[in-house]
Structures are given as C-alpha cells and as structure tokens.
C-alpha cells in the first residue's frame, strides 16, 4: 500500500513527521507482510520552522501510483498551493486513492475542490477561516479527526497522529494500531474530541452588560432566570433578550450555559472536588447533568476530561 506525502512550501515539521513516523518508520515491516511504502514528494527544496530547508527526492509524479496520500499542514492558511499540486491531488482521488489532510492541509485540499460538499475538520482556531473561504465545505471544528471513506481530515497538531493511527486501524485491525501506539509511546485512542481544548468563548462587544455578566458569573452556582438578569439591566425580558444577543453574540441562556460548562472545566483542571460537587458549584445540577452537558458539548465524560488536563499539568 503505497503512502504519498507532498511537500508543501510553507511546511509543518510536526505534521510531516507524523504520517513519515507512522506509516514509513523502519520497524513496521515486521506488523504486516503488505505494511506501507512510503514516499515523501515535493517541486523543490522548501522552508519550515525554525530555519530548517527540507528537500524530497521524489517529485510530484510520484502521487500517480499513491494509494493514500496524506497532505501535512501549511504553516499559514493562507498559503496558495501550486496548480500541478492541485491537479496531481485531483487526478489521484478521481483514479481511487484516498486523500487525507493534516490540521490546516484541508486548506489545500478544499484548493483542490475535492472538499466540496462534504463534512471535515481542522484546527479549531482555522475552522471559520476555512468555512469563509470555503462555502461549499461542511466545517466540524469539533472531532479529532473525520473519515468521510475517500476523504479524510485531522484537527490540529496532535490529531494528527489520532488520524494517522485511525487509518492503520481501518487498514490492518485494532491490534496492529494498538503495537504501533505502543512502539510510539503514545495512547492507541484518545477520548473526546477537540471541543475539550477549545477555550470558552469571550463576548465581543458587552458594553452595558458587562456589571450584569460579571453578578452571573460570580452566582453560577444558584439558578439564574432570565428575568432575574433583565431586571438587573433595568430592562423590559424582551428587549434584555434583543440587546443581549447583539451585544454578545448568543442568546442568553447560551451564554449562561457556556459560562456554567467554563466553570466546570475549570473545577475538574484545578481541584479534586467529586463530580457532583463541580456539578452543583458551576450551576449544572447533578453529576448526571454534568455528564450529559460533556458528552453533548465536548463528546467526552468528565472524569475523562480530568484525567487528559490534570496529567498535562502535571507534565
């Protein structure tokens, strides 16, 4: 099965090294007798991060024989591919290879028109950029990464590897996967997906609310009604509700509920109070309560959540 991966010319090193690492390190070959042949291609020799230049032997003709091709992240978004790039990704997808990006590498495949009408993801922080850009991409900032069968994309930096590992568990089974994470030292699945690293959002425009946010905010934890905010903005509920969502860009019991779940997360990241008690102190009721707003917002648990950032603050 023949690995393609183009060089780009505003290239991620992560992201290129993760499909190399994954699908062309030299101790594979011993997990498969028909393991992965990789070839990494490019026009010419390119600049990366941290003054480093990266050349390929191989040029785009290679991407003709692909079965898979696996597009790394551009540094910047905003990069334009270049035309024989573009058209050698179309020819490989319109003759049966399927087509991965990494992180922002669904740019250049959304360039390619091989995005159009279909669902994908990357990094949460290019989501709406991409969505701009792009109107006919379906943009889901929220998985780690989505398999659409010939098409597939990957958020941000490390789901990379999520993606990658993904793809040799489609292709060889869960236990080849699970022998690859281990030699890489890394989880054969993470939980949840990239809503959990995305940070609460922030109001843009909260001139006149701001005392009535920052009451809501200290008084999480009792129930809030509506009305209750309306009259402390000295306002009719029908125009607190018009003006609010002008002002700050959602309604406000959205709002509320955002500011409900930050609390949570913030209880699970920095102290050992049990579920029940992060529940009740962040106005979300129960730990049952908790448990269904996690799985909706971030698709994972909170015991899950406070196992991934507890451990990265420890390291």
């Known amino acids: 099965m023949r690995v ?14 993760v499909p190399v690492g994954v699908f062309g390190a030299a101790d594979r070959a011993d997990l498969a007798p028909d393991w992965y042949e990789l070839t990494v291609c490019g026009t010419g020799p390119h600049a990366a991060s941290a003054g480093l230049t990266v050349s390929a032997r191989a040029g785009l003709p290679a991407l003709r024989t692909a079965d898979l091709v696996v597009v790394p992240a551009c540094v910047m978004p905003d990069y334009e591919p270049p035309p024989e790039l573009l058209s050698a990704l179309r020819r490989a997808h ?43 991409v379906t943009v889901d900032e929220h998985p780690l990464y989505v398999d659409d069968g010939d098409i597939l994309t990957s958020a941000g930096t ?8 993904h793809i040799v568990r489609t292709d060889f089974g869960a236990a080849v996967a699970a022998e690859v994470s281990r030699r890489m030292v890394i989880a054969p699945h993470r939980e949840g997906g990239q809503s959990q690293y995305i940070p609460a959002p922030v109001p843009a425009r909260t001139d006149g609310f701001a005392p009535v946010l920052e009451w809501a905010v ?24 018009r003006q609010f969502a002008d002002r700050v860009g959602t309604t406000p019991l959205a709002w509320l509920n955002q500011q409900r779940l930050a609390r949570a997360r913030e209880l699970l990241e920095t102290t050992d109070l049990p579920v029940e008690t992060v529940a009740q102190r962040s106005g979300l009721g129960t730990g049952s309560g908790l448990r269904q707003h996690f799985q909706r917002a971030y698709a994972t648990t909170p015991a899950a959540y406070r196992r991934t950032f507890r451990a990265s603050a420890a390291g």
């Not at 490390?158 to 590992?165: G, P, Y």
């Not at 200290?218 to 509700?241: N, V, W, Y």
């Open 158 to 165: 490390a789901a990379a590897l999520d993606l990658c590992l």
């Open 4 to 17: 393609v991966v183009p060089l780009l010319a505003s290239v991620a090193l992560f992201e290129l090294a």
């Open 218 to 241: 200290r008084h999480l934890d009792r129930p809030l009604t509506m009305a209750e905010l309306a009259g402390r903005a000295g306002m009719s509920l029908r125009t607190f509700g």
């Open 94 to 136: 319109a003759r049966g290879a399927r087509v991965a990006s990494l992180c922002t590498g669904a740019f250049v495949l959304a360039a390619a028109g091989l995005l159009d009408g279909r669902t994908v993801t990357t990094h949460w922080m290019y989501a709406e950029d991409l969505r701009r850009r792009f109107p006919a």
